[in-house]
Each structure stands twice: as C-alpha cells, then as structure tokens.
C-alpha cells in the first residue's frame, strides 16, 4: 500500500498530502493570475462603456442573445460533467471518468462551433473591431435616416500669436464622443459614432476567452488519453483534479462575460 | 507506469487525499446553475433602468459563487485557496475603480472631436 | 530522515575520503550538485534547483553585459550634444530602448530571486527542492524563449519607443514592436511562474519548527516579491497583448481616432510597471537583511518589522501607479490621490532602513566585500528612496518628471539598491554555490570602484535634471555637457569596476581557496551542508532554528571558517 503511494510522490516532498496541497495551491494561484489577466479586459469594458453607454446600447443588439444563452448552458453542462468526472476520478471509476472527460471535450467544442457560428455572422456584415468596422449600421428604430456623412472640417484656429506645429484636428464622424450626450450631434438622427469601440471589446473579451476554451480542450485531451490508460485513481487524481479548476474558471469568465455584452439593455 | 484503479486493494472507494462532491449536491448545483441563467434571461427583457446591470451581475455572482464553492471545492478546501483568489479579485477591482475614477473625471478635459488621423 | 542535527553540527572534522562530502566542510572533487550527472543533457534538463539557479545567474549577467554595453554607448554618445559619428537620433532611440527592456525584463526582474532565490530559497527550509521543480525549469525555458524573442527583435529594426512603449508612437512606429512585446510577455510567464513556486515551497516545504517568523527574512522579500509577481505580472500581460492586437489587428482602443484612450495604456502599464519595480527591490532587501545580521556578528534587529514590512510593500505597491503619470493627462483627483499615497509607501522602506542600522549598533562589524556592499546599499537606496519622494511630490514632479533627475533616482534604487545587494549577495553566496573564495582585496577593490564610478555618473544626473535637462534626448543644450562628460567618465570607473568584480569571480573558480561550509558564519540552513551542497541539498537534514542565532557561531582559523560553539551539556562530537 505505501509503495502505491510512494509511486506517485515526488522526492522532494514528505506526504501524498503535502504534494496534494502543494498542486491545490499552486493550482489556484494560477487562476488568481487568470483573474487578473481577464480583469483588465474587463477594466476595458467598464472604462468604454461608461463613457460611451450609448455605444453599448446601440452595438450589442448586433449579438444574438439566443445563441449566448445557449453557450452559457454549454458551458455549464460542461463544467457539472467536468466535477463529475473529478468525482469518478477520486472513486476509481475509471470507465465513468473517460466518457465524462470526453463528454466535457465535446461540450465545448459545441461552445466553440456555435461562437464560430457567431463570428462568421459578424465577419460577413462587417461588424469588427477599430479598423476592421465596415458595416451598415441601422438607424436606431423611428429616428430619420442618417444624414449623409459629414467632410471632416477642421478644428478652429488656435488664438493668434502661437503657432503651433500639431497638425489641426479633424472633426466629424470618426471623432470623440462628448461624454454625457450620445455621440450623434444635436439634430442629427443615427447611429452613435464609435460603433467599433464595442465590438473591439467584444472580439478582444470572447477570443482571449476562446483561446482559453482550447487550451482547456488540449489540457482535457491529455486528461483523457491518460485516463484511458487507467492512470488515475482513489490515491493519484490531482492531475485531473487542477485541469477541472481550469476549466470552471473558464465557465467562470463565461458567466460573467454573457450578461455584460448579451444582455445590455 | 500505469498503475490501473483494478490494483489498489485497500478502501478504494475513499481517495486518499481530499473531498469527494455527493452526486445529489453536484446534481443540484448543475440544476441550480441551469434556473439562474433562465431567470437571467428573462429578468434582462425587462428594462430596470441601471438596476439591469446590477441585478445581472448580482445573478451572476451568485452562480460563480455556486461554481466556486461547490464545482471548484472551495468550501471544503483549506482557507488558503480562498484568500488567493479573493485577493485576485480585490485587485481587480482596484484596478477598475481607480480607472473608472479617472477617466471620468478627466472626460471633461477632452476636446470635443479631435482626433488626429495617425499615421503609421 | 530527520535525525537531531545537533549532535552532527558539532563535528569539525574534514572527511576524508572521495565519497559524499560530510556536512561541515568543502566539497569540491567530491560528489556535489555540479558533478552529480555529467553532460550538457543533465544540465539542461536538470530538475535541480541549484543547477536550473546556476543557468539562470549565467544568463541574466549575460543580459546584464549587453544591457551594459548599451549603456556605454549611450554615455559616450553623450560626451557631445550635437549630431555624433557613432549613432544616428534613431539609432540613440533605439538603444535607450534595449538598455531599458533587456535591464528590466531580461536582468532585473528576473534577478536575484532567479539567479540567488533558487539556489538558495530550498537549502533555507532545508528541505530537497522547490516545490514544483519541472515548473522551474519550464520558467528558465520561458526566459530564454523570451530572450531569444527580444534578440529577434533587436536584430530586425529593434524598438525604439522606449521601455515603457506609449501608444500612440508605439501603435505606429515601424519599429519591430511585436517581437520585443511578445518576448516582455513570454518573460512576464517565466515571472509568474517563479512565484507561484516559491510562494507553495514557502507555505508547505517549511520544516517542523520554523513557522512563519522563523524563516529567513531573505524568504520574506522572495514571498513579498512573489505575491507581486503573480498578481500584476499578468496585467503586463493583457497589456502587452492589447499592444500587439491593436498594432497587427488595428484593434483601435488605445487609438482615439477609433474611439480609444491612449491614456488608459498608461494606466494599463503602469498597473504592473510599478509594483515591478518593488520586484525588483524587495528581494535586494531581504539580501540586505542576511548579510546585515552576518557581517555585523549580532542577531537582527526589529524583525517582525522587518518581515512585515516586506508584505505592506507588496500590498501598497499596487496603490501607487497614477504617480507616473502625473502629466500624461490624468485627472487632478487621480493625481492627488495617487501623489499621497505615494507618500505611504515609503513608509514600510523605511522601517527597514531604521531596523538594519540598529542591527549594526553596538555590533562587530566585519569589512568583508559583502559588508561593503551592504553600506553602499544603505547610501544609494537612501538616497534613491528619499528622490523618490520628490518625484511623488505632485507640483514637484510637474518640473522634474521625464528630466534626468528621474533617470538619476530610478538608477539610483534599481542599481544603487537592486545590483548593489544582487553583488552583495553574489559575494556572500558565492562560496556556497561554487565550493571556492575569491581574493578578499579584489573584492573590495571592485566595490569601491563600483561605489566611486556609480556616483560620478548618476549624482550628475541628480544635478542636470534639476537644471532641466530632459532626458531621452540625442541633442542637448551646451550648459549641460560637463555634466554629462562627468557622466560618461564615472560610467566608465563603474565599467572598470565590474570587469575587476568579474575577473575576481572567474578566477576563483579555478584558483580560489577551497571553501568551508561556513565561511561567513551564518546561522541560516545552507550553511549546514557542505560547498558546494550535494546533489541532494543535506547529508542530514539540519533542524531549524533561530536563523539569526550568529553569536553561536565562532571561526575556526584551521578550517577558515566558523563552527558552531559546543553546547554546554551536550555529548561531545567525536
């Protein structure tokens, strides 16, 4: 029985439950640096939409809400048969551990499937980020159509006496939004300038969080090829254990990341 | 070297180390997950005002804190797991605050449409 | 196998004999961690801390030659103010660029809790290895594919935007921006990763015995520096990839053509670009301590202060950033807010500085080449702490941010504080690492020259900033170039001195004196095993105790080095 646990104890440590603790903690430092990571897209969110909450209003129309909901239940189906799988991992079962993991791959690839679904949509109207930003943006419902873009005139003179040798501003439709009043002028109808400020976010937010879903796919995938081969069981788990943390942080962000852009109101 | 769960002869049903998640709670967490987002869903259809933010995100703290406690064992790990990811958060939210404070008090200062083209 | 050390602790024999070096003595043509496995396969997938902190002290010195030479450059440009025959204004910008990135991100960071941390951090809890050994040499590998990033992008149009890459120039030059960028970042992992280690290793690889406040300060400043580490380091990172999306993709969020917010990178950057800098100076620190308590032969003094002092800074470092920007167009509330906070933070540093000289008060204080680093430590940092008041000064820092007063205060912390206590440490550590002492004169010949040639060349920059004198700058104004001459001379004195510092070490290596386990006279654990250690770290492991316990140390002019004082009552050693 020692020799069992003695198998999977690194040398350097002087208990299985040391070297246990030991993967715990380092685990969730990690995610703490995960949080941060994230945070600062969400810094970005909280930053653009407070100033321009006109834009965010305006522009997540643009996203389905149905499909977004869809991913959230994906991705918390995937996380309910992820602990799942931590459960038969700790008892030793290890048939109901290979098809939970794999039932976890699969989960989200769905997620995966169904934000292409979501990209491919935006890709084809246009509707990317800062330069990218191409699209036809509908005038709000019952405002007139939008006048014809304005020639960007150029800011006043600076007062007499200075010359200085920064190029004159333009301004006009690619201009800064005045905090506290939408971005459209006084009298003109249409969309808020700016669009492409929420759909840098958006893209920014979910693809770093997409790139995070397939990492967490490769991780599960080794998960489960060594699962396969029986390597986990009731006295050396861990492994399968801090690659279930990962992936609920993950389904963390999600559950965050679905209310702040789908369901803007 | 595999050592398959077939060759642990000693009270294989209990792990050595750690706590295992009753089915019923994992089950009930799953569920209760599944309700909330329903319930954010439609409770965003209605217009709140500025309360919509924060009801949505008041939900949605309450379903990670189900993940967090329950799916990531956070209730039944040692203090210490805790005390990392919280303060985790903490910083964040330093972060966003101090931001938030200072992009909207200097807002005012920002000349009304300039916007130089840059060129590369 | 944990035996009572004290009844082994007391022997002073040196074996004799090639097998495994007993615990007291040199280990040097015997198995030790350096001849344990031969070939540069066992180097370079070695899972030993010692040999993965060798690696790494080899590799950010190299780093901290090409940073220097940079530097050099710089300086000689600088003998004149108009145009100069050995570098274009861009090429000027280019290399106060790389000076920058590869002394911060290369050498700095990395610094003393890599190169010194590793090899020491295990053998202070006597215990075998830091608690993720893989993930440790996963770090060093992050660290040489982030330099090897960095030299792509220096060998193709390199950067010149300066370390601290403002948008919008950044966005838009045609520097190779995305390489350097995705160098910082892949080195920002290797950081990441080296605290999460050290900060398990702390919390569950101490021994029986030592609690939290019987560690080694030293300990302290690495779990300090570590909780830093890991909390800002990533918002480097999310950073550094906004960077490279809005330069590749035109993501336009710092761009405000598009709507962004060129000052909201600052804010970004500056997040963990100031609690960095307290990477950098925390594990200097906790060096400080060590050799305080050592060379001044007295137990320290003040050190729960001085342990928590350790974790107020980490904590307070994340308040402070916005006193960067105080003229980049941040609020006036932000700024007040920011400049008073500042003010806190120099509180902590402080109570170091107050707890290091009562250590040597009325103690025996021993000239030895590390002592005299820690006296230099005491001056610059002072002096770099205190002109970092200044700055923080709101109204102040109007007229003096981006003069050379601030390049003067940030060397004086990071080089006066950080590299002064990195070299302490490297002479004090030095014995135990490679098993040999080098030439004591030498040694201290080489710290004064250092000491000499630092203040030459960055007490001027004190003065010409103060004048006005921007920095950054390929032209200047005729009224500064004495100052600068005098700049670039005592850059040259300090030149002289790391080649003597250099060529002492190198030497020892094949000609120094063999070295006792204890030459110092620590009461810390790695001077419990042999020097070199073995592969395993201890013959026995030692029991913790007090780790400033120096007065039970006496020298022993027969072995050159000191012994523990019998114990009354105790069987005697055989």
């Not at chain 1, 799988?85 to 791959?105: D, H, P, S």
């Not at chain 3, 167009?329 to 007040?336: R, T, V, W």
Request: glycine share 10%; proline share 5%.
């Amino acid at each position: 029985m020692a020799e069992a646990h003695a198998e999977h104890r690194a040398h350097h440590f002087e208990t299985a439950e040391q070297q246990f603790e030991s993967g715990k903690l380092g685990m969730w430092i990690f995610l703490a640096t995960e949080i941060l990571l994230f945070g600062g897209l969400f810094c970005a969110y909280a930053v653009y939409r407070s100033t321009h909450p006109e834009v965010f209003m305006y522009a997540h129309r643009y996203l389905d809400k149905t499909l977004g909901a869809i991913n959230t239940a994906v991705l918390i189906c995937s996380s309910f048969t992820m602990a799942w799988a931590v459960r038969c991992a700790q008892l030793g079962r290890r048939k109901a551990l290979v098809r939970l993991l794999a039932a976890t791959i699969v989960l989200a690839a769905c997620f995966l499937g169904i934000k292409y679904v979501e990209y491919h949509h935006k890709w084809k109207e246009g509707l990317l980020w800062g330069k990218r930003f191409h699209a036809t943006l509908e005038v709000p419902a019952g405002a007139a159509p939008a006048p014809p873009a304005v020639a960007p005139t150029t800011a006043p003179a600076a007062s007499s006496g200075e010359r200085s040798s920064i190029p004159a501003a333009a301004i006009g439709p690619r201009g800064l939004a005045v905090p506290g009043r939408p971005s459209v002028a006084e009298g003109e109808e249409g969309p808020p300038k700016n669009v492409q400020v929420f759909f840098a976010v958006y893209f920014l937010m979910t693809g770093l969080h997409g790139i995070h879903v397939i990492a967490g796919m490769i991780v599960l995938s080794l998960m489960l090829l060594r699962a396969r081969r029986g390597e986990f069981g009731p006295s050396y788990f861990t492994p399968v254990d801090l690659a279930g943390l990962y992936w609920h942080l993950v389904d963390l962000i999600w559950i965050y990341l679905f209310p702040l852009l789908y369901l803007i109101h | 070297m595999a050592e398959t769960i077939e060759a642990t002869k000693h009270s294989s049903d209990h792990p050595a180390v750690g706590h295992v998640l009753p089915f019923r709670v994992l089950a009930a967490v799953w569920l209760g997950l599944l309700v909330l987002t329903v319930i954010t869903v439609v409770v965003a259809g209605f217009d709140i005002g500025n309360f919509n933010l924060g009801v949505a995100m008041a939900i949605a703290t309450v379903k990670a804190s189900l993940v967090l406690l329950y799916f990531m064992h956070m209730r039944y790990d040692r203090p210490m797991n805790a005390i990392v990811f919280v303060s985790a958060l903490l910083f964040v939210a330093l972060f966003v605050y101090i931001a938030l404070l200072d992009t909207h008090a200097y807002a005012p200062d920002l000349i009304p449409g300039y916007a130089p083209e840059l060129t590369r | 196998m944990k035996e009572g050390g004290k009844k082994s602790m007391a022997s002073t024999d040196v074996a004799v004999g090639g097998g495994p070096a007993g615990v007291a003595e040199n280990a040097l043509g015997k198995d030790n961690y350096l001849t344990h496995g031969r070939g540069l396969r066992s180097w370079l997938l070695t899972l030993d801390h010692k040999r993965i902190g060798v690696m790494y002290l080899v590799s950010i010195l190299s780093s901290f030659l090409l940073g220097g030479i940079f530097a050099l450059l710089i300086r000689t440009k600088l003998l004149s103010p108009g145009t100069s025959a050995l570098m274009t204004a861009d090429q000027y910008n280019q290399s106060f660029t790389l000076h920058g990135a590869i002394m911060i991100f290369l050498f700095i960071i990395p610094g003393i809790p890599a190169a010194l941390g590793n090899f020491v951090l295990p053998l202070m809890l006597g215990a075998k290895d830091v608690a993720f050994p893989r993930l440790n040499l996963a770090s060093y590998y992050m660290w040489v594919t982030g330099a090897l990033l960095a030299l792509v992008s220096i060998t193709t149009g390199a950067v010149d935007t300066g370390w601290t890459f403002y948008t919008p120039y950044s966005t838009t030059t045609n520097t190779n921006v995305i390489a350097m960028v995705a160098g910082v970042f892949v080195l920002g992992f290797s950081s990441i990763f080296t605290g999460l280690n050290f900060v398990v290793t702390i919390h569950k690889l101490r021994p029986r015995g030592m609690s939290w406040f019987r560690m080694p300060l030293f300990l302290w400043g690495i779990y300090g520096t570590a909780i830093i580490q890991i909390m800002a380091t990533p918002v480097l990172g999310i950073t550094l990839l906004l960077l490279i999306a809005e330069r590749a993709l035109g993501v336009g969020i710092f761009d405000p053509a598009l709507g962004g917010d060129p000052v909201l990178f600052q804010h970004f950057f500056w997040f963990y670009s100031h609690p960095a800098v307290y990477i950098m100076i925390l594990p200097a620190m906790g060096v400080i301590s060590e050799l305080v308590s050592v060379f001044s032969r007295k137990h320290i003094f003040g050190y729960k202060f001085i342990a928590l002092s350790s974790i107020a800074i980490a904590v307070i470092s994340f308040l402070v950033w916005g006193h960067h920007m105080f003229v980049a167009g941040q609020s006036n509330l932000a700024s007040m807010i920011f400049s008073a906070l500042t003010f806190m933070v120099a509180i902590p540093s402080a109570v170091k500085v107050f707890n290091w000289i009562a250590t040597m008060y009325k103690g025996s204080i021993w000239l030895a080449t590390p002592m005299l680093y820690v006296l230099s430590f005491l001056f610059l940092f002072g002096i770099g702490g205190l002109t970092g008041l200044f700055l923080g000064a709101l109204a102040v820092d109007v007229h003096l941010h981006d003069t050379y007063f601030v390049v003067a205060h940030f060397h004086y912390v990071m080089f006066g504080g950080t590299v002064i206590a990195f070299l302490g440490g490297l002479h004090y550590w030095w014995p135990k690492m490679f098993g040999r002492m080098y030439s004591e004169l030498w040694g201290r010949v080489g710290a004064l020259l250092v000491f000499v040639g630092f203040n030459t060349t960055f007490f001027t920059q004190f003065v010409m900033g103060s004048k006005g004198a921007p920095r950054r700058s390929y032209h200047y104004v005729a009224e500064f170039q004495p100052y600068h001459q005098l700049s670039t001379i005592g850059s040259y004195v300090l030149a002289v001195g790391f080649v003597i510092i250099a060529i002492n070490f190198l030497h020892s290596l094949f000609r120094g004196r063999p070295a006792p386990a204890n030459p110092w006279g620590g009461a810390t654990l790695e001077w419990q095993t042999s020097s070199p250690p073995p592969h395993d770290n201890f013959a026995v492991s030692p029991a913790a105790g007090d780790p400033y316990d120096v007065e039970d140390w006496r020298y022993d002019r027969e072995i050159g080095g000191f012994v523990r004082k019998p114990r009354v009552g105790s069987a005697a050693a055989s």
